[in-house]
């Protein structure tokens, strides 16, 4: 698919127009949205355009937005790519949604994710399979597959997504796009279907640095739901650093594609006319992988506990006795890779393990931060490759394995709770994107960067 439109914005009808026609065009094929909201968002964007013409328009006035599928909003489908929530509905808005809709952002759907955001690469949805706008016959990225999809086809200006790994930076990366997971706790996840509530966070991706920031600014600050959102007014109100020292991890180095590799250094060493810049090393890198499995996997599967068959979407057998129902239930409406996740993280939590593999996880995480936060004190960002390869065609082999070590360079950002920005290298998607870690609540300064 060629030339997808990114045209300025006339008016909010305008706007949404072009972005439909773009939908009209091309979701047969790409198959990035789940749910079109075509006459709600037609009905807004009229009256956003009189708000405009008044003089009384929000922030976001006219841009239009896809919501992952893991993200409320009210009255409308909440999926999760799920068979067991295929026939759910959101019963209140996100906290991010409320936002977007007091800011006059207008939202046209909801977009496909691996199932329960249990992905890489697009592949685990259950619902339908999203393709890359950009060569049809590779994957999204994923797991927020449609939010990636969707803004490289023109189809939105800006998409949400969920991080808990990487899930909205790889597919910026492979779609050629902006990707930004905020620090943990910047934004509320009121509302957001969770994955592991420690790791997760809401992020953004668009085609545009500037109206990423504007959606991140709209979506940001403290929320009494949320409370590990206490802190983000506070650090609002702080004065934005700037950076002057980039370091550069040689782990994130380490098993990645020479072609990707070569463009990021290239790109650092442009960065040296206007930054100091210094080789680190970060040594817990090389474990992030087990890490990151093993505290996913032990709170996903706590989380997935309340999908028995009795309380949302998929209902069981209810003749049945209790136990079978549930069971029968969860065995026919989730996925492979789900009950992969549920198996591993029940054995690991089970109390003849857990000191063998999830303290162990968690001890080891502590130490990731405190390497993290030392070699933070001298530098201000951290430089290195988003993804460690391209996007790969459909039905290349990639074991659950191969699938899992894909997210090495993204998944440290969600284990140490700092924010991550990628941005593409070139105009070929192919060519892979470059990633800057920052510090803690210090969002801003990667919009300044790279
Ligand atoms: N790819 C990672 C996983 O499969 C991250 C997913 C995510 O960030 N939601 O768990």
Redesign the pocket.
């Known amino acids: 698919m060629k030339n997808p439109t990114h045209q300025p914005i006339v008016s909010a009808e305008e706007n949404l127009h072009r972005k439909l026609s773009a939908v009209d065009k091309w979701d047969k094929e790409v198959k990035a949205f789940i749910e079109v909201y075509r006459e709600d968002a037609l009905k807004r964007a009229k009256a956003v355009d009189n708000r405009i013409r008044e003089g009384k328009a929000g922030p976001l006035a006219g841009l239009v937005v896809a919501v992952k599928n893991n993200i409320a909003v009210k009255g409308k489908r909440l999926t999760c790519s799920s068979k067991m929530l295929e026939t759910h509905r959101a019963v209140y808005n996100a906290a991010v949604v409320e936002k977007l809709i007091a800011a006059d952002a207008i939202i046209v759907g909801s977009v496909n994710l691996?199932e329960f955001?249990?992905?890489?690469d697009g592949t685990y949805s259950t619902l339908q399979r999203t393709k890359n706008p950009l060569d049809l016959e590779r994957v999204p990225g994923?797991?927020s597959a449609g939010s990636g999809a969707s803004v490289a086809a023109g189809m939105c200006d800006a998409a949400l997504g969920?991080?808990?790994?990487?899930?909205?930076r790889?597919p910026a990366a492979f779609c050629n796009a902006f990707g930004f997971k905020p620090t943990y706790g910047a934004i509320s996840r009121y509302g957001l279907s969770d994955?592991a509530m420690s790791l997760?966070q809401i992020g953004v991706i668009s085609k545009d640095k500037a109206v990423m920031k504007r959606v991140f600014d709209a979506i940001r600050g403290t929320d009494p739901r949320d409370q590990t959102t206490q802190l983000a007014d506070a650090m609002l109100r702080k004065k934005p650093a700037e950076a002057k020292v980039i370091g550069v991890p040689k782990e994130f180095f380490e098993g990645v594609d020479k072609h990707i590799a070569a463009g990021v250094k290239k790109k650092v060493k442009e960065l040296e006319k206007h930054y100091e810049v210094r080789e680190v090393s970060i040594p817990t890198l090389k474990y992030t992988v087990p890490i990151?499995q093993l505290t996913?996997a032990a709170e996903f599967s706590s989380a997935m506990n309340k999908y028995d068959g009795l309380r949302y979407g998929f209902t069981g057998d209810r003749n049945e006795e209790l136990y079978s129902s549930f069971s029968k239930a969860r065995d026919a409406a989730l996925g492979k890779e789900i009950k992969r996740r549920i198996m591993i993280g029940t054995y690991i939590t089970m109390k003849e393990f857990k000191d063998a593999w999830y303290s162990q996880a968690l001890k080891a995480r502590e130490v990731m931060k405190e390497e993290f936060a030392s070699v933070m004190k001298d530098v201000d960002v951290l430089a290195g490759p988003a993804m460690p390869t391209g996007p790969w065609k459909f039905g290349e082999k990639m074991t659950p394995l191969e699938?899992?070590a894909?997210?090495m360079l993204t998944?440290a950002a969600?284990l140490t709770g700092t924010p991550a920005i990628v941005e593409p290298l070139s105009s070929d998607f192919k060519d892979g994107a470059i990633q800057f870690y920052g510090r803690h609540f210090e969002d801003d300064v990667l919009f300044g960067i790279g």
Do not use: E, K, P, R
Not at 117 to 120: E, I, K, P, T
Not at 162 to 168: K, L
């Open positions: 691996d955001a249990c992905g890489v994923g797991s969920s991080d808990t790994g990487g899930s909205v790889c994955l997760d990151y996913m699938m899992y894909a997210d998944i969600n």
